[in-house]
């Protein structure tokens, strides 16, 4: 019986996902490299590039992280602006955001994040559409 | 001729290397679709809300596409091609063969086909992708479809779709759903004519798909499409497909399907294969 139970336990747990979202992000340190891979990406970017012009890329970087970190249920707190204050007058197009999100889908492939936790993390960000998309 | 052709243009465009091209559009990997065999972006059977390749708001996107169905007793090759702009309008060409395999003979058809996407997007929001769409058909090889009851060697489909995508679905994956609704009164989609001796008028008929991607490159999926049946002299009955779709780029796309096409022509139990290789730029 204590067998038996073992293995349906051994089956099952695959299934629950041992690790959670922020753990297979690889933590702060996971996400922090992931942001800065994107933002790599971005600055060579000619598409939208331009909104991020005399900003610090750097705070940029950090705020992100923090957003990232916190949404995903790690211990962090988002110390910037809402997403509609932040992005006010941007003027951020349907093709502008699709192409930060393809920069940081390329981001979590090179830093081989599984797909579903890919998809879990994309799903919390894109209801920020709305607040950031003119 | 015309198969050669276009064949010739998908490889010159996908394979050659050094040709090189202006960005493919910000759209993201896969949302253009795949082509179906009436021109139009969506599935394989099924157009869908989305539109064909990958421009985004202020950018032009175009396809070139060849596709091919084997089943028992007829052949269809397709080549086609579209022209998209803004995220927001797409039209669409294809010319379509249908090799009578066994009967004997050939049937053609040219559609033109324009999409507009009135609101909403796959991805984002709460709201569907929702666009509505216009496929005017015209049968080139009347004498068969007149001969069996027809009415009309060229009509004009209307339909009306929404596509909604669901990035963290089931599984974790991101899954895809589509419905079509499509006012018609084609046989077998006009490549036997329009309208007929049984039911002369158009009628509402529901279309519908759903894939789910493994990875952003690799989606499985089904596709099921209704059908009118306006002719006596044979039964005509809906069509449906289990589907691979590979998108290895933003350039290229391949479906690979097996499909129940039903009864055609009184031969029934129409099962087979079906390829389609997309370009896009």
Redesign the interface.
């Given at each position: 019986m204590k067998a038996l139970m073992l293995t349906a336990a051994l089956l099952l747990t695959p299934l629950a996902?041992a690790q959670s979202l922020y753990d297979q992000l690889g933590q702060k340190q996971g996400i922090s490299a992931i942001v800065e891979e994107m933002l790599y990406r971005v600055g060579g970017d000619e598409?939208i590039v331009h909104h991020f012009d005399g900003v610090d890329i750097m705070r940029v970087h950090q705020l992100i992280t923090e957003q990232v970190c916190n949404v995903v249920g790690g211990p962090c707190e988002y110390s910037g602006e809402s997403m509609r204050v932040s992005h006010e007058g941007m003027g951020v197009?349907?093709?502008?955001?699709?192409?930060l999100?393809?920069h940081l889908?390329v981001a979590m492939e090179k830093h081989e994040v599984p797909?579903?936790?890919q998809?879990?993390l994309?799903?919390k960000l894109?209801p920020m559409?709305?607040d950031i998309?003119e | 001729m015309h198969k050669w052709r276009a064949g010739m243009v998908l490889v010159a465009f996908t394979l050659v290397p050094g040709v090189s091209f202006a960005?493919s559009g910000?759209?993201?990997?896969a949302t253009g679709g795949a082509s179906t065999i009436e021109g139009a972006g969506g599935g394989g059977i099924v157009p869908w809300a989305t539109l064909s390749s990958y421009a985004?708001?202020?950018?032009w996107g175009a396809t070139v596409n060849v596709s091919e169905v084997a089943v028992d007793d007829f052949r269809l090759s397709v080549q086609g091609a579209s022209l998209s702009w803004n995220?927001r309008v797409e039209v669409s060409y294809a010319r379509q063969t249908f090799d009578l395999s066994t009967i004997g003979g050939e049937l053609e058809q040219n559609i033109l086909g324009v999409k507009a996407r009135l609101f909403g997007?796959l991805?984002?929001?709460n709201l569907p992708q929702v666009s509505v769409g216009l496929q005017h058909k015209s049968n080139q090889s009347f004498a068969l479809p007149s001969a069996v009851g027809a009415t009309e060697d060229s009509d004009t489909d209307y339909y009306l779709s929404a596509a909604k995508a669901?990035?963290?679905?089931p599984?974790?994956?991101?899954w895809v759903a589509n419905v079509t609704a499509r006012r018609t009164r084609a046989n077998q989609i006009g490549l036997l004519g329009f309208g007929g001796d049984v039911d002369d008028s158009a009628e509402w008929v529901a279309e519908a798909s759903v894939a789910a991607f493994?990875?952003?490159y690799w989606a499985v999926g089904v596709e099921y499409r209704q059908k009118p049946d306006n002719l006596s002299f044979a039964d005509e009955q809906d069509w449906r497909d289990v589907f691979v779709a590979y998108f290895p780029s933003k350039r290229v796309s391949i479906v690979g399907a097996y499909t129940d096409l039903g009864s055609i022509a009184g031969l029934d139990d129409q099962t087979g294969w079906y390829l389609s290789l997309q370009a896009a730029f």
């Open positions: 996902s598409r197009t349907h093709a502008d955001f699709n192409a999100v393809e889908i797909v579903a936790a998809n879990q994309l799903a894109a559409y709305d998309v | 960005d910000s759209k993201l990997l985004d708001v202020g950018e995220n997007d991805l984002y929001g669901w990035l963290d679905g599984f974790h994956r991101t493994i990875n952003r």
